[in-house]
């Protein structure tokens, strides 16, 4: 069964309070745009019958209407030809046609009533087509917007939540971390520095003092040396 089961109660719908009612309303749009326009389709094909079989009743009227001038005609020419009994019977037959013609233009008139009603159920369709599309399309839109939104305000909840919290102060004392252990190895490595260049100087200093040490025992003759040189020399005198 359709969401309509009558053309009035599509044209005469209150959208907004349908909507309202519905707790699927983008389904619901969906719905009455497939009801309106298979709908419309109908209306459009039994208005295009109507308007062929006003065509046909159209050229039914004309043939009569021939036949009425015809039969008049004749019956001008019976009674100028003094032939009254076929004047008489030509004057029938053209009340015949007249009461034929009555007819015809009746039914034509009611097929005109159909038709420009069927034309302006028409209209009021596509009408209220119109606006339960534009409705869908900003119903689509919303639904759209509040998903962005309902993504935007769960990313900005997980962000200002205990978690996240936590993760940015574990992420700054890891940085702290990091920080102190930098500043530690430039000292120390400083320090090393500063290390190496004392134990130099004072490595400089005992090999200094270790030379000059040298140094004077190797200029100053020992005692067993002396006395040798000189008994040399009074043997040789």
Same mark, same amino acid.
């Given at each position: 069964?359709?969401? &309509?089961?009558?053309?009035g109660? =599509?044209?005469n719908?209150?959208?907004?309070?349908?909507?309202?009612? !519905?707790?699927?309303?983008?389904?619901? =749009?969906?719905?009455?745009?497939?009801?309106?326009?298979?709908?419309?389709?109908?209306?459009?094909?039994?208005?295009?019958?109507? +308007?062929?079989?006003?065509?046909? +009743?159209?050229r039914?009227?004309?043939?009569?209407?021939?036949?009425? @001038?015809?039969?008049? @005609?004749?019956? !001008?020419?019976?009674?100028?030809r003094? /032939?009254?009994?076929?004047?008489?019977?030509?004057?029938?037959? %053209? %009340?015949?046609? !007249?009461?034929?013609?009555? $007819?015809?233009?009746?039914?034509?008139?009611? $097929?005109?009533?159909?038709?420009?009603?069927?034309?302006?159920? =028409?209209?009021?369709?596509e @009408?209220?087509l119109?606006?339960?599309?534009?409705?869908?399309?900003?119903?689509? @839109? /919303?639904?759209?917007?509040a998903?962005?939104?309902? /993504?935007?305000?769960?990313? +900005?909840?997980?962000?200002?939540?205990?978690q996240?919290?936590?993760r &940015?102060?574990?992420?700054?004392?890891?940085?702290?971390? +990091?920080?102190?252990?930098?500043?530690?190895?430039?000292?120390?490595?400083?320090?090393?520095?500063?290390?190496?260049? &004392?134990?130099?100087?004072?490595?400089?200093? !005992? =090999?200094?003092?270790?030379?000059?040490?040298? %140094?004077?025992?190797?200029?100053?003759?020992? *005692?067993?040396?002396?006395? *040798?040189?000189?008994?040399?020399?009074?043997?040789?005198?």
């Amino acid at each position: 069964m359709g969401v &309509f089961s009558r053309l009035g109660d =599509i044209i005469n719908s209150n959208i907004n309070a349908m909507l309202d009612k !519905a707790e699927d309303p983008e389904k619901m =749009i969906r719905l009455m745009i497939q009801e309106m326009e298979d709908t419309l389709v109908d209306l459009k094909s039994s208005c295009a019958a109507k +308007m062929a079989t006003r065509a046909e +009743m159209e050229r039914d009227r004309d043939t009569l209407l021939g036949k009425h @001038q015809r039969w008049e @005609q004749r019956a !001008a020419l019976a009674v100028e030809r003094g /032939r009254d009994d076929l004047a008489k019977e030509a004057l029938l037959e %053209k %009340k015949q046609c !007249a009461g034929q013609l009555e $007819y015809a233009e009746k039914d034509l008139e009611h $097929y005109e009533g159909l038709i420009s009603e069927c034309k302006s159920n =028409i209209a009021q369709l596509e @009408q209220k087509l119109e606006e339960v599309t534009l409705k869908h399309k900003m119903l689509v @839109q /919303r639904s759209i917007h509040a998903n962005e939104k309902k /993504r935007a305000r769960t990313v +900005m909840s997980n962000a200002t939540g205990a978690q996240a919290v936590m993760r &940015f102060g574990e992420l700054e004392n890891r940085i702290e971390r +990091m920080e102190a252990d930098a500043d530690l190895a430039g000292s120390t490595a400083a320090g090393s520095d500063l290390e190496r260049e &004392f134990d130099r100087l004072e490595s400089d200093d !005992a =090999i200094e003092e270790e030379l000059a040490a040298l %140094k004077k025992t190797i200029s100053k003759p020992s *005692g067993k040396g002396a006395a *040798g040189k000189n008994t040399a020399e009074k043997t040789d005198g």
